[in-house]
């Protein structure tokens, strides 16, 4: 085999050098995120103060900590995937035993004084870990279905021990994103037909073991007039909110919906509702073509990385918030079943942004150490 | 092989290019499905947003702005003169607040402190405490008193939450006096509701009685509404828009206020009731009826025990005696049957008739009041005297069904077309009535009838009609709607009534009969003569009994006044003034009162004096007092 000499990179170690290698148009789009998020909180609060002046402040040191996750060397991140990994499943393991209850769950822990919710970390870990296992990987390997299952049981594991906090959307959502991770790494295609034909016989038996409150919600997403004060009116209302906004919107700071209080949590999960209703269906659909630059900005990442982790690790990260994005706005306009799921560096909120961030820092590792090949050094 | 060095140690270059390529394919794959996906959102969201645009923002619209009605106030009812019978009187109410109120039982223990404040309604402001959102105020009392209301606004800093408001009620000025005819309202029940929202506010009330109900239409007004902001939770944020409502047009009355109380005066304690007419107009001057109530009282609901005092009283003071009362004429009917037999040439103005004190048919025996009989009368006699046989044997001649037409066309025996509710048409027999009960008409039925006795049954408000409209010649209709708004109704003028088709001649002869019973030598009732000689009063008395006197009974000295009061003669008295120019006609009926001539015919007399004095129908020309309609009480508003 001839192999042809080539100009290998070193992985970079001057701090300057590595900055110069930061996807800056990357951070921009970030930022212009957050200031979306700014502007809609100001309206939500009447105020800065109440949510947008925290939410700017937050931003900013969650970005310094990006950049300092992505000035971390690519290895490292790949050897720390499995205790990660590890890690969140047993903050799983302890938010069951010990984690409180909120809205009828039990979904948050207190680490370091801030709450957080450990599904959030552990979709980051369960990227990592799927990457690590398949960046090791040969074509042939993958089609062999004794390959493939360990990842299958890699994701089911926190799969199961989220639905039994429960929260069935953040379920789903660690399922499809994990399936993105293993279908980007090449397994056969109609091995994943074969698991999509068991979940849809599987569906009705879930759907029995459902907790009242998850049934509610589906029977309500199917039809919302049904309960029109009970768990139909959060949809009803921000379906209102939206529709109201028309082609321009209400204008900033005149959202009787919002204002008015008639939008539940519009300052958390309905946030793209209010932004619907004060800046119409342009304002919406600028703010859904920038959700999609940075989930594309994040294949863009995965195309341009040189090994097999970094393509994995990008893509199921900016998949992961391409899936909080599309879950979120499609739980606004009722088209999905409401899931408790944020709009990503727009709705308040510390703890989900805190797990993007560090996911995109991640990201932006990949993105500098991209020339970083197998044979490297 | 190169040695694997690093973490990145993977298979070979080969494998890594094959690699490289299978993902970006995948990569590719999904970027399009999230395009795809993300795609499909905006087409939704366009379709709601736009396509569908319109109809959520009606919803939004709907969700924001809340409605709200405001209660006009109700039309007042005032006199001819503008004198106010029912009005609104300012309504202080306390008013708590729970939200504003950090400890409710500590406000309520120092409200009760200033303001009585009973058990049973502590009770029930807890009770609506946990029944409405927090900052709806609850009504701790009604009809504060000036002082009770300047108590809690001095100890406000102590009453956290507690608020006076100011609504209306209705108010009647003369209780009991005009309660009959002005009539009172309630509190809507749930049909009214039904049929017209605006009830359902507070403090409205719907008439139920009398003019009340009646002119309900022109007093109730229309309603006023504000638009209002309101969040999620119902809470105003503020007033958007408001349209005053049309306040309640203000009803005046043919009503003398002052002449009412007069009559009511003179009828003292007597279960009576008295009406007097413009005799030219039909104009209702007063109506009366005693004994009466207090109609406020069915604005705050009327307790059992005086519901039950007022049923079981056997003068029957919730019932309008004056225009539901019903009684046999007795002889204040003689001159009907005068002008029937006239018409029909059985009588003429100088025949005679001898009454020996009885007349005799087959085998019944009529007897005349006086035992031994007026010998030879004409017509003018027959009147004076208040001769029975003479009118036994005109009413023989003459026939019932004329009589009964004649009785009609004068106002007896009809209901009359007056704005009140409940009115009475009471009955002049004839023979078609009979039958239809299954009975032959009987010659002895005509001959008392001839009399004002048997089935025959009128009103008080009857008699006044007829006898003004055989005192001026005119089908005039007894009217108690003078004016609505300012506005004055048709009627007011005698020139409004058709002339009643009969000859002067006739009614002269009548009148001149009616005259002589008062002020000729011999006449029944020469006790009813006024004191001012210039001005001269024309009437007839009337007894009717309640039952039949027996034979025995009058054999042995029968005097009805030891009869017990129930089963003793109505006494009753008609008469007009001034003779030679009548402007007035009264009614009276004494119930169980005896004699006419005794205890009907100086009440009679008093009323027409304080009719001529008073002389309400020279101030028909005025212009209505009617007031500022903007001086009454601002609108009950939203709170």
Known sequence: MIVQPRLIRRPTVLITARLWRVNWFYVLLLCALASVGYVALYSAGGAPELYANRHIIRFAVALVMMLAIGMVDLRLIERLAWPLYGFSVGLLVLVLRIGHVGKGAQRWIMIGGQEMQPSELMKIALVLALAHWFHKASHERIGNPLFVLPPVLMILLPVGLILKEPNLGTAVITALLGGAVMLASGVRLWKFALVMIGAGIAAPLAYSHLHDYQRARITTFLNPESDPLGAGYNIIQSRIALGSGGMWGQGWLQGSQGHLNFLPEKQTDFIFAMIGEEFGFVGAAALMALLMLIVLGGVWIALRSRNQFGRLVALGISFNFFMYAVVNIAMVMGAIPVGGVPLPLVSHGGSAMLTVMFGFGILMSVHVHRDSTAESD | ?639
């Open chain 2, 1 to 639: 092989m190169k040695p694997r060095r690093g973490s990145f140690a993977t298979p070979g270059r080969d494998q890594e290019a094959r690699r490289a390529t299978g993902f970006r394919r995948r990569a590719l794959l999904i970027g399009a499905a999230q395009i795809g996906a993300m795609g499909y959102l905006a087409s939704r969201l366009y379709r709601l947003q736009i396509t569908e645009g319109g109809r959520y923002a009606t919803m939004a619209e709907s969700n924001r702005v809340s409605g709200r009605l405001l209660a006009p106030p109700r039309g007042r009812i005032i006199d001819r003169a503008g004198v106010v019978l029912a009005g609104n009187r300012l309504n202080w109410r306390a008013l708590l607040i729970p939200e504003e109120t950090p400890d409710i039982a500590a406000a309520l223990d120092a409200f009760a402190q200033l303001v009585p404040l009973p058990d049973h309604e502590r009770a029930r402001v807890e009770r609506e405490m946990h029944k409405h959102r927090r900052f709806i105020p609850l009504m701790l009392r009604e009809f504060l008193s000036w002082e009770e209301m300047a108590r809690i606004e001095v100890n406000a800093p102590d009453l956290p939450g507690i608020v006076v408001d100011l609504g209306t009620t209705r108010e009647y000025p003369f209780g009991p006096k005009f309660a009959h005819m002005v009539g009172y309202v309630a509190p809507p029940n749930e049909a009214d509701v039904a049929a017209d929202p605006l009830l359902s506010l507070p403090g409205m009330r719907v008439g139920r009685a009398g003019i009340e109900f009646s002119q309900e239409a022109s007093l109730h007004g229309s309603a006023g509404s504000v638009q209002l902001e309101v969040n999620a939770v119902g809470r105003v944020i503020r007033e958007i828009s408001r349209t005053e409502g049309q306040r309640g047009a203000d009803v005046a009355l043919t009503i003398d206020a002052e002449l009412q109380q007069n009559v009511l005066d003179v009828l003292g304690d007597e279960s009576a009731s008295a009406v007097v007419l413009d005799a030219r107009n039909g104009e209702v001057l007063a109506l009366t009826t005693t004994p009466s109530f207090d109609p406020s009282l069915f604005n705050s609901g009327v307790s059992g025990a005086q519901w039950k005092e007022w049923t079981s009283n056997r003068a029957a003071p919730l019932i309008n005696k004056a225009t539901s009362g019903l009684y046999p004429p007795g002889s204040t009917f003689k001159m009907a049957v005068a002008l029937a037999a006239l018409e029909a040439r059985t009588l003429t103005v100088n025949d005679h008739i001898n009454c020996p004190g009885y007349l005799d048919l087959g085998d019944t025996r009529f007897h005349c009041w006086s035992k031994n009989g007026h010998g030879m009368l004409n017509l003018r006699g027959g009147l004076k005297n208040s001769c029975d046989v003479f009118f036994y044997e005109v009413a023989r001649r003459t026939g019932i069904d004329k009589i009964a037409a004649m009785s009609h066309r004068l106002g007896l025996g009809v209901p009359l077309d007056i704005e009140l509710p409940g009115v009475r048409g009471g009955l002049i027999p004839t023979r078609e009535w009979r039958m239809a009960r299954g009975h032959a008409w009987n010659i002895g039925d005509t001959i008392v009838t001839g009399i004002g006795q048997g089935y025959i049954q009128v009103s008080p408000l009857q008699l006044a009609t007829y006898v003004a409209r055989l005192s001026t010649g005119r089908i005039i209709q007894p009217h108690l709607v003078r004016a609505v708004d300012g506005r004055m109704r048709a009627g007011a003028d005698a020139a409004d009534w058709p002339v009643l088709d009969i000859p002067e001649r006739d009614l002269r002869a009548v009148r001149e009969g009616m005259w002589a019973v008062v002020n000729e030598q011999g006449g029944t009732a020469p006790i009813a003569r006024l004191a001012n000689p210039v001005v001269q009063l024309a009437g007839k008395t009337g007894s009717s009994q309640v039952r039949r006197v027996s034979r025995e009974q009058r054999e042995h000295g029968f005097k009805s006044e030891n009869l017990p009061w129930e089963f003793r003669p109505h006494a009753l008295f008609v008469c007009f003034a001034p003779y030679d120019q009548p402007r007035y006609s009264v009614a009276v009926v004494v119930e169980h009162g005896n004699a006419g001539a005794a205890a009907a015919a100086p009440l009679g007399r008093d009323i027409m004096q304080a009719a001529l004095r008073l002389d309400p129908a020279a101030r028909a020309g005025q212009k209505l007092a009617l007031g500022d309609p903007r001086a009454a009480v601002p609108t009950g508003g939203a709170r």
